[in-house]
T-cell receptor, first 114, second 115 residues
Framework: DQQVKQNSPSLSVQEGRISILNCDYT??????FLWYKKYPAEGPTFLIS?????DKNEDGRFTVFLNKSAKHLSLHIVPSQPGDSAVYFC?????????????FGTGTRLTIIP | SAVISQKPSRDICQRGTSLTIQCQVD?????MFWYRQQPGQSLTLIAT?????????ESGFVIDKFPISRPNLTFSTLTVSNMSPEDSSIYLC????????????FGPGTRLTVL
């Protein structure tokens, strides 16, 4: 049972435009959400996160939106740059402080076209 | 931040053999985890490596198949035992501190191919 879903396995975006990556979850116990970026032959690196008490978190070119009622979050990258080409994973942590176990989505491969 | 290294970076193994993957962190960390990423799939947590005690395994993973050691706060090993082609995956270790959700750092992964 895939509790965190990224329904778009791949996405291509023109350089300078907005990239929007989507993520849905089914477990209402998830309370904290993270986005990771992964380059080939490297481990995932943390990008941005959001707590369920917020609906938006911004960090430079990256903004994450959370719609808790729809169990949906999205990552916006504006403007998109060639270095953003990577696989993006969303991940979730349940309401259980001290439990740092991440549940990952399947990932979306983002390609930025110069 | 923590820098994590893994050995080997990749290996090709024969069915029925075992492989031990090492994970080294450049600083002491409370929590270490082992994940598997099968082709086209998400990262799936195998187990939490506990220092000085037995690892805590997730549903679907057992100690006989994936024995884990954690002798100190900077090092852990994962053994993939009696391998079959279905074990072909990328295996990643990660490390972090309790409640520091944003600061779980990952190693580069070990790409395992079982023939």
């Amino acid at each position: 049972d895939q509790q965190v879903k990224q329904n778009s396995p791949s996405l291509s975006v023109q350089e300078g435009r907005i990239s929007i990556l989507n993520c849905d979850y089914t477990n209402s116990m998830f309370d904290y959400f993270l986005w990771y970026k992964k380059y080939p032959a490297e481990g995932p690196t943390f990008l941005i996160s959001i707590s369920s008490i917020k609906d938006k978190n911004e960090d430079g070119r990256f903004t994450v939106f959370l719609n808790k009622s729809a169990k949906h979050l999205s990552l916006h990258i504006v403007p998109s740059q060639p270095g953003d080409s990577a696989v993006y994973f969303c991940a979730a942590i349940p309401v259980n402080f001290g439990n740092e176990k991440l549940t990952f989505g399947t990932g979306t491969r983002l390609t930025i076209i110069p | 931040s923590a820098v994590i290294s893994q050995k080997p970076s990749r290996d090709i193994c024969q069915r029925g053999t075992s492989l031990t993957i090492q994970c080294q962190v450049d600083s002491q960390v409370t929590m270490m985890f082992w994940y598997r990423q099968q082709p086209g799939q998400s990262l799936t947590l195998i187990a939490t490596a506990n220092q000085g005690s037995e690892a805590t395994y997730e549903s679907g993973f057992v100690i006989d198949k994936f024995p884990i050691s954690r002798p100190n706060l900077t090092f852990s090993t994962l053994t993939v035992s009696n391998m079959s082609p279905e074990d072909s995956s990328i295996y990643l270790c990660s490390a972090g501190q309790p409640l520091s959700y944003n600061e779980q750092f990952f190693g580069p992964g070990t790409r395992l191919t079982v023939l």
